[in-house]
Each structure stands twice: as structure tokens, then as C-alpha cells.
């Protein structure tokens, strides 16, 4: 096991040197619905130019909150004691923070403040991922977002919304996207998530 882990993680740091060599851009926010652009940013070595790290939305939250991103960002997060997880909940206005990867409440606040003061507006990569009762609307709603570098992950392909990217393997492997960051084989360096070219995407300005 212990050999497999040390071959895996050596593919894995490959992997990553190589996309952090082809990556052009060294500005850009990335506002995602979940975990996937604090885990772009730790592959790539970059800073988090956004307060969306280590936490998640649900979609209709996440529409609104991409829909007027500046309001929402003026607005300080509280915390909702009444939604009963094992990590801290937080609003702003009406719409909820799962911070599930903070121990506390105080700490995601601080966090999230402290990231929201370093978004490039002239830079921003709005990501999100389908839930699987996700439905037509939502993916109309998303392709009528108002930012130029978009992309919605979904299990099935959709060409008829153009900003929809299928992630074929999970979606045949899981019946969801709830495991893109998993490691696509015991011996492979390659994750889920990597379907997508994210370092291309990125790279459009």
C-alpha cells in the first residue's frame, strides 16, 4: 500500500509540475459552487484569489450569489446555529456557507473576509457542479450568467448549453459528481476532475 501511495503521489506531482509550466494566467478568481477551485489553486501552487475555498453552495444558492457577486460580498457572514452539521454554517443575506472543511465558525469568517479583499474582477472563472436532481433550468440559468469564462460540470452531456462540460468517468462510475477528486485508478495520477482541462481553461482571457 505504502508503494502504491509513493508511485501515485510521484505521478501525481508530474502531473502538476506540467500544468503549472503550461499555465499562463497568474491573476485569476475562481468562484466555485464546492471544493474544486481551492483544490485548482493548491495543484497549480497559486494563491486563493477568492473567498469560495473549502466550503460549498447549494446550486440555487450559488446562481444567486454569481448572479449579484459584488452585493453578496459586501454583505458579512453570520452564522446559522439552527442548520445541525459537524462543521459551521454560515449566511450572507439569504443565502447559506457549508464551511465544511473549517473547525470553526470564526475561522471561516476570517478566512472567507480576508480572500473576498483579493478577487480580480477583471479575472474571474465562475465553476459549478450539478447536483443530481439538478434540471433544465438550472443549466439555462447558468448559461445566461454574465461572465465570459464559465463552465458547469455535468454527468451527462448537454451540447445544446455550451458552457456544460460532461465529466463522462465519474458520472459513469458513480451515477454522480459527488467524487471528482478521487484518483481514477490504484496506480494512476490522474483524478477525476482531470477529464476537464483545466489549465486550457484557466488560460482564456
Given at each position: 500500500?505504502?508503494?502504491?501511495?509513493?508511485?501515485?503521489?510521484?505521478?501525481?506531482?508530474?502531473?502538476?509540475?506540467?500544468?503549472?509550466?503550461?499555465?499562463?494566467?497568474?491573476?485569476?478568481?475562481?468562484?466555485?459552487?464546492?471544493?474544486?477551485?481551492?483544490?485548482?489553486?493548491?495543484?497549480?501552487?497559486?494563491?486563493?484569489?477568492?473567498?469560495?475555498?473549502?466550503?460549498?453552495?447549494?446550486?440555487?444558492?450559488?446562481?444567486?450569489?454569481?448572479?449579484?457577486?459584488?452585493?453578496?460580498?459586501?454583505?458579512?457572514?453570520?452564522?446559522?446555529?439552527?442548520?445541525?452539521?459537524?462543521?459551521?454554517?454560515?449566511?450572507?443575506?439569504?443565502?447559506?456557507?457549508?464551511?465544511?472543511?473549517?473547525?470553526?465558525?470564526?475561522?471561516?469568517?476570517?478566512?472567507?473576509?480576508?480572500?473576498?479583499?483579493?478577487?480580480?474582477?477583471?479575472?474571474?472563472?465562475?465553476?459549478?457542479?450539478?447536483?443530481?436532481?439538478?434540471?433544465?433550468?438550472?443549466?439555462?440559468?447558468?448559461?445566461?450568467?454574465?461572465?465570459?469564462?464559465?463552465?458547469?460540470?455535468?454527468?451527462?452531456?448537454?451540447?445544446?448549453?455550451?458552457?456544460?462540460?460532461?465529466?463522462?468517468?465519474?458520472g459513469k462510475r458513480f451515477g454522480d459528481?459527488?467524487?471528482?477528486?478521487?484518483?481514477?485508478?490504484?496506480?494512476?495520477?490522474?483524478?477525476?476532475?482531470?477529464?476537464?482541462?483545466?489549465?486550457?481553461?484557466?488560460?482564456?482571457?
Open positions: 500500500m505504502q508503494k502504491q501511495k509513493w508511485w501515485r503521489n510521484f505521478l501525481r506531482k508530474r502531473i502538476r509540475m506540467a500544468d503549472r509550466k503550461a499555465l499562463t494566467n497568474s491573476q485569476f478568481s475562481i468562484i466555485s459552487s464546492n471544493c474544486w477551485g481551492g483544490v485548482v489553486y493548491h495543484d497549480l501552487g497559486h494563491e486563493f484569489l477568492s473567498p469560495t475555498i473549502n466550503l460549498w453552495f447549494e446550486p440555487s444558492d450559488f446562481l444567486k450569489f454569481v448572479e449579484s457577486l459584488k452585493w453578496y460580498l459586501s454583505i458579512e457572514p453570520i452564522e446559522d446555529t439552527s442548520v445541525k452539521l459537524d462543521y459551521p454554517v454560515g449566511k450572507i443575506g439569504d443565502i447559506h456557507l457549508y464551511f465544511m472543511h473549517y473547525n470553526s465558525f470564526e475561522e471561516a469568517k476570517r478566512k472567507w473576509i480576508e480572500r473576498a479583499t483579493r478577487i480580480n474582477w477583471d479575472n474571474i472563472y465562475v465553476v459549478m457542479t450539478e447536483w443530481p436532481d439538478s434540471s433544465f433550468n438550472l443549466y439555462e440559468k447558468f448559461e445566461k450568467l454574465p461572465y465570459k469564462n464559465k463552465v458547469l460540470f455535468t454527468i451527462k452531456p448537454h451540447p445544446e448549453f455550451p458552457s456544460t462540460f460532461c465529466l463522462s468517468d465519474a459528481l459527488s467524487k471528482i477528486f478521487e484518483f481514477k485508478s490504484l496506480f494512476g495520477g490522474y483524478r477525476y476532475y482531470d477529464e476537464f482541462d483545466f489549465v486550457s481553461f484557466l488560460n482564456k482571457q
